[in-house]
């Protein structure tokens, strides 16, 4: 089925009287289980796109349906809802808290989502397991390599089992080794079913995608299918 559709979708930005249009009419759809890469020049409207797929914000024209919902005018309190129990983020910088252990860092979205102590015991452990990170529990992120940050931020992503992970820029931190061992982390979200929306300037990124969207001046002006993945075209 189709996890995303959009319409027309335009963002205007006015900050002191100038008017910057970011996006100028993006129609996507994305259907479920998909890998989306979205590449373009610096400027083009790649992180405001992610945004508003990612439920930070609305767009200013256009139709947006996420899992079949028209959302493009719900309230801040509806969207971050549906993002909390929805979308995971990972991003180039991380985003970890200093203050908090890696456990920690990565139980976050399950007390927001009122897990018990108990269930969120399991789950985190589940996938510190899976993300090679359980050794590390207990250290706080200044501790760790950037390949192991990132990996506690896809941990921290995938905790509460959402059905889409965005992803901007996240190996642009990482020489080419980790870079790689994130990506193969991802495509193997992916392939257990998790929708994949990925920002990235890296073509080795992309390669990982099934499909690669080229944006420019806020409109997608190209489009290419991976042939290399044949199982959703
Ligand atoms: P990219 O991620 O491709 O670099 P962005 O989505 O960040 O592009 O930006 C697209 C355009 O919108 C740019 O011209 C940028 O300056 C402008 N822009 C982005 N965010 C804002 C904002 N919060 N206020 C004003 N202009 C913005
Ligand atoms: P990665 O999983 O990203 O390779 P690790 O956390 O496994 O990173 O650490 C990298 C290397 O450092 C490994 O060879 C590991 O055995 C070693 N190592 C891990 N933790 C410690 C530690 N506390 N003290 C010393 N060496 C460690």
């Known amino acids: 089925g189709t996890l995303i559709q959009t319409n027309d979708l335009k963002k205007i930005y006015y900050t002191d009287e100038i008017e910057t249009t970011a996006l100028a009419g993006v129609n996507l759809e994305v259907k479920n289980g998909e890998f989306v890469a979205i590449m373009g020049p610096s400027g083009c409207g ?5 945004n508003i797929l990612g439920l930070l914000d609305n767009p200013s024209h256009g139709e947006f349906y996420f899992s079949d919902q028209e959302i493009s005018q719900f309230s801040e309190r509806k969207r971050a809802d549906l993002r909390k129990e929805n979308i995971g983020f990972v991003f180039q910088s991380f985003n970890l808290i200093d203050e908090l252990t890696v456990f920690e ?28 990170i359980m050794h590390r529990r207990n250290h ?13 931020a896809i941990s921290r992503a995938v905790v509460a089992k959402p059905n889409m992970i965005l992803a901007d820029e996240p190996t642009g931190n990482l020489d080419s080794a980790n870079g790689q061992e994130v990506m193969s982390l991802l495509s193997e ?4 079913g998790t929708t994949v929306i990925m920002v990235t300037h890296s073509p080795v990124d992309a390669e990982y995608a099934h499909r690669v969207i ?5 409109q997608i002006v190209s489009e290419n299918i991976n042939t290399r993945d044949s199982t959703l075209v």
């Open 140 to 152: 706080f992120p200044q501790q760790l390599s950037g390949g192991q940050q990132q990996r506690v």
């Open 105 to 132: 860092n990565i139980e976050l979205p399950l007390i927001y989502l009122k897990y018990s102590a108990s269930e969120r015991k399991k789950r985190v452990e589940e996938v510190m397991e899976q993300m090679k």
């Open 214 to 218: 080229h944006l420019f001046d806020g």
């Open 189 to 192: 979200l992916n392939a257990k």
């Open 46 to 50: 790649k992180s405001t796109l992610l």
